[in-house]
Every structure is written in structure tokens, then in C-alpha cells.
């Protein structure tokens, strides 16, 4: 590390990692570092969504939204198996918002900004059969419409395997001591890792990707602050309890925002709240009880029938956004769009959506290329994503599940399987997730502790009671050998791993006694 770089990317969450790909691809060397492990922030704990937005539409940001649903049609044909279609189904009510005369106007307009037709209208009972066990009363008709769905963190590290096979080095749990600065300009970065060896860092252009974190970087050179940190808080129930085929907008009875809910993984997410998260970002955030029952009451409110108690719920998150301060009163009226800064050369990006992460990065390197001339960079157009063939063990598999190991793992897919023991090539009871995926994680993908494992490469932590605490004994001979693990080590990371998950991914501890 050295080694002057073209570009130093600080953060590697899903706009560091669009940075350092497409800085990457077109030349210039890089190197990515994250403070804690790669989407450790906001990119692990979005609403999973790769949509244009129709709350963007509403609001008038018509250039955000046509982004964001080319963007998305982009991903669906570049990411097959990551970035799935996902169908949504909205019911117009009588004396409810938003009348259905508005909603198909709006919807008609989104789809013509996309260039193609997926919007649908359906009567009552039509929309009964698609949304079982919603509220008939007073149900009117309901509107279809498509966008898309992800495993968020995967993304994040599939566009971090694609920039390292164009050379960029990609560093976590590698944090920034102070910046490096000459003649009043930003010119690199001293580094300390997490086993406290420390380095600098020389590059052209550093490019501040962190995030929330942002203004932390940006006052160290004197800088105002920009962002309004808020949290997006979320449930995950068992598919059999909260039986939705598609996504299921809501509008919540108290104020009316958008409440969603739809099939994820195997289960049921419910999202999100959005709230001003004042604490240090630097703790881990978790879901409270207010927001707890927010969602619930959403729920209850849209499936009467099926008695959703907080018991059910089997696991929670909340991740902090990015969002631009307006100073608006309600923090759901803040702009989602990025912005990107120049401050004593030190390019800093921040806001925006994990649909656009890709045009996000283009317009950062632009910047940085115009504020940085000795920058020399190739602006052909590329894909999003290669989209590599599958070889013979691959094409044993059914399509679906070819799509969904080419879509996580990439180029590295056909080796997953051609390195695996005959007894790893089966899912984990009640998952997707193979054993074999275990052991090619561990060797392959940078994994410093548990949870970067069963939270962010995999998401077993989310769809498993108590994040998947109960196999941990069967992971064991998979995992420790391959870390290189002692058993002290190994005792210690479980113990760690089952706080985490007790303080950050489950009911608030006011509620595990008492359920309302």
C-alpha cells in the first residue's frame, strides 16, 4: 500500500465500491479501504430495493426518477440472480390516498421515463386473490406496477470482485488516522489496520465515499457539516405468517407514509421507518420499541385477519442513510439525490440510492477528473456487471439456481462448485444458502469475524432464529480450520457474534419479556 495510487477510495460501502470499479475499468489504479468490513454501514441494512422511486415522482424529482428506473432496468439485465424483478400491488381504498385516478397516472408516467409497459389495474377481487388476507373494507380496486429487489450487501461485494479483476486493491477493517496534505491540498491518507500496523497511503485524488460518515472526514479540514443522518428500521417475519407472494405498499393509518411488504430470502421484510438517528454513528444501530410497533401497525392495519404479534417477528434492523440536510421539518420530504464536493481536492460524495450507486460513481469521477487534470481516464461505456458463463458443474443445476450463484459470486461461481466436497453442495435447512458457500466465503472473500460471514456475505444471520446461533457448532468444522482459528479465538468470536445479534437484530430488549 505504499505505492502511490491514482485514486484512493475511502469507504466500501455500494458508492466506494461503484468508485473503485469504474475508476478501475478505465485505467487508473486504485485502492479501497473500509473502516470496518465492506458494507458494514448503510449498504447491508437498506430496504433491499432496486427501484425508481414513485415517492420521487410524487415529490417532482422527475430527473432522479428516470435515473433510477433506467438504472434499474440496467441491473435486471446485468445482475440476473442478484437483482431480481419484483412485482408490486397497491389498493385504493374509499376516502384513502392515493385515489386510484392519480396512482395510474403517476404510474403511467413512470413506466414511459422507464420505456416499457409493466403497470397493471386490477378490481377488488382480483386484487383479493393476488393479496390475500388484506382489508376488503371499503377496497376499491388495486395497481400493479414492477421494479426490483437485491441482496444489497452481495451487490456490494460482486462490484468489489469485479474491480479487483481490474486491478484495484480493496482493503477493510483499514481505517484513516489523519489525511495527508500538501500546499493545502488533500493527497493521501494515513492508515492504521485493525491489528494496529500502520502506513500512508500517496494518491492523486481521494475520494471521500463514506457515507454517513462524510462530514467526519470533512471536518477534518474545517469543513461544515452537510448530512442529516437518518435510520430506516426493519422486520423480518416467516413467509407462513405473512403470507405475501409480491410486494404489498402500505400507507401507514397514523400519518400516512409508505409501509411496504414483501418476499425476501425466504421471509417476509417489512419496512421502513424514517426517523433523525442522533446517536454516534460509530455504534451499531438498532430498531426501537416505537419503531417496532410503528410497523406493526401497519401491518395489522393492512392484514386484520392474521393477528401479527411482535413474537412473530424473527429478526430486525436498521441501517443510518446518507440523507442531505434541507432543513425540511419531516425527514421523509429530504432529497435522496447525492451530491458531490471538491474541498481542498479531498472529493467527497454522499446521498442518493443504491439503484444509481453506478451513475453515482460516474459523475464522483468526473468531478475528480476535472479537479485533478494528471487524472487520465477512459469514458467508454461499459456494462454494469460482466455476466460470466456457466461451466459443467454449473449447468447440472437448475436455472434458477445457476442465476442465483453466477449472480452472487460471479466468475468465481464455477470454482464454488468445482472445489466443494460432494456432503457442501446442499442447503442449510430453511434457506438457499449452501454449506459449500461457507467454506468459499471463508477462503475467498475477506472475512475478519462471524458476522462479516453470516450477516453480510451470507445473510443467515437475518433469516435464521437468533441469527442462525443454532448451527454454529456445524459451521465449526468448516470455518475455524479455514480462518485459522483457535479455539479461544473461536469461543470469542461466537460470544461477540451472539451480542451483536441480541443488541442490533432483534426486539429491542424492553419487549423480549412482555410482546404487546
Request: charged share 20%; aromatic share 6%.
Amino acid at each position: 500500500m505504499n505505492t502511490p495510487v491514482d485514486i484512493l477510495v475511502i469507504g466500501g460501502g455500494i458508492t466506494g465500491a461503484g468508485i473503485a470499479l469504474e475508476a478501475a475499468r478505465r485505467g487508473a489504479r486504485v485502492q479501497l479501504v473500509e473502516q470496518r468490513d465492506f458494507a458494514w454501514g448503510t449498504s447491508s441494512r437498506s430496504s433491499k430495493l432496486v427501484h425508481g422511486g414513485l415517492r420521487y415522482l410524487r415529490e417532482g424529482a422527475i430527473g432522479l426518477t428516470r435515473e433510477s428506473v433506467l438504472e434499474r432496468r440496467q441491473l435486471l439485465r446485468d445482475a440476473p440472480g442478484l437483482v431480481e424483478p419484483q412485482r408490486f400491488l397497491m389498493g385504493h381504498y374509499q376516502g384513502r390516498s392515493p385515489g386510484q385516478r392519480l396512482m395510474r397516472l403517476g404510474l403511467a408516467v413512470y413506466d414511459l421515463l422507464g420505456g416499457e409497459r409493466h403497470r397493471h389495474a386490477v378490481d377488488a377481487s382480483g386484487y383479493l386473490q393476488l393479496a390475500p388476507h388484506t382489508d376488503a373494507k371499503g377496497l376499491i380496486s388495486g395497481s400493479g406496477y414492477l421494479d426490483a429487489k437485491t441482496d444489497d450487501a452481495r451487490l456490494v461485494w460482486r462490484v468489489l470482485q469485479e474491480a479487483r479483476g481490474h486491478g484495484a486493491q480493496v482493503s477493510n477493517y483499514t481505517q484513516v488516522d489523519s489525511l495527508m496534505v500538501e500546499n493545502g491540498r488533500v493527497c493521501g491518507a494515513h492508515l492504521r489496520t485493525e491489528s494496529g500496523n500502520t502506513f500512508s497511503q500517496a494518491a492523486t485524488c481521494v475520494i471521500n465515499a463514506t457515507g454517513a460518515w462524510a462530514d467526519g472526514l470533512r471536518q477534518r479540514l474545517g469543513q461544515p457539516p452537510k448530512l442529516r443522518p437518518l435510520r430506516g428500521s426493519h422486520l423480518l417475519l416467516p413467509l407462513w405468517r405473512l403470507p405475501v407472494a409480491q410486494s404489498i405498499s402500505l400507507f401507514h393509518p397514523r400519518d400516512g407514509r409508505p409501509v411496504f411488504a414483501y418476499p425476501w430470502e425466504g421471509m417476509a421484510l417489512v419496512g421502513t421507518t424514517d426517523i433523525d438517528h442522533p446517536h454516534d454513528l460509530n455504534q451499531e444501530p438498532a430498531i426501537t420499541e416505537d419503531e417496532v410497533m410503528y410497523l406493526l401497525e401497519a401491518v395489522r392495519h393492512t392484514f386484520p385477519h392474521l393477528d401479527i404479534q411482535a413474537e412473530d417477528i424473527v429478526s430486525t434492523y436498521a441501517g443510518v442513510r446518507p440523507v442531505v440536510s434541507s432543513g425540511a421539518a419531516d425527514p421523509s420530504k429530504e432529497t435522496r439525490d447525492h451530491i458531490v464536493l471538491n474541498e481542498q481536492g479531498l472529493i467527497t460524495v454522499t446521498g442518493g440510492k443504491l439503484t444509481t450507486f453506478r451513475t453515482i460513481a460516474l459523475d464522483t469521477l468526473r468531478q475528480a477528473a476535472r479537479a485533478h487534470p494528471a487524472l487520465k481516464l477512459n469514458w467508454q461505456n461499459e456494462r454494469i456487471l460482466s455476466t460470466p458463463t456457466a461451466g459443467p458443474t454449473l449447468l447440472k443445476l437448475d436455472a434458477t439456481e445457476q442465476a442465483r450463484l453466477i449472480g452472487r459470486y460471479g466468475d468465481q461461481a464455477n470454482a464454488l462448485l468445482t472445489s466443494a466436497a460432494p456432503d457442501e453442495c446442499r442447503p442449510i435447512a430453511g434457506t438457499r444458502i449452501w454449506w459449500a458457500e461457507l467454506r468459499w466465503i471463508a477462503q475467498h472473500e475477506a472475512v475478519h469475524h462471524l458476522d462479516d460471514l453470516l450477516l453480510r456475505r451470507t445473510r443467515l444471520g437475518l433469516v435464521l432464529p437468533r441469527g442462525g446461533q443454532a448451527l454454529l457448532g456445524q459451521m465449526r468444522a468448516l470455518i475455524q480450520p479455514t480462518l485459522g482459528w483457535t479455539d479461544v479465538q473461536w469461543e470469542q468470536e461466537c460470544l461477540r457474534y451472539q451480542a451483536l445479534i441480541d443488541r442490533c437484530y432483534s426486539l429491542p430488549a424492553s419487549m423480549k419479556k412482555g410482546t404487546p
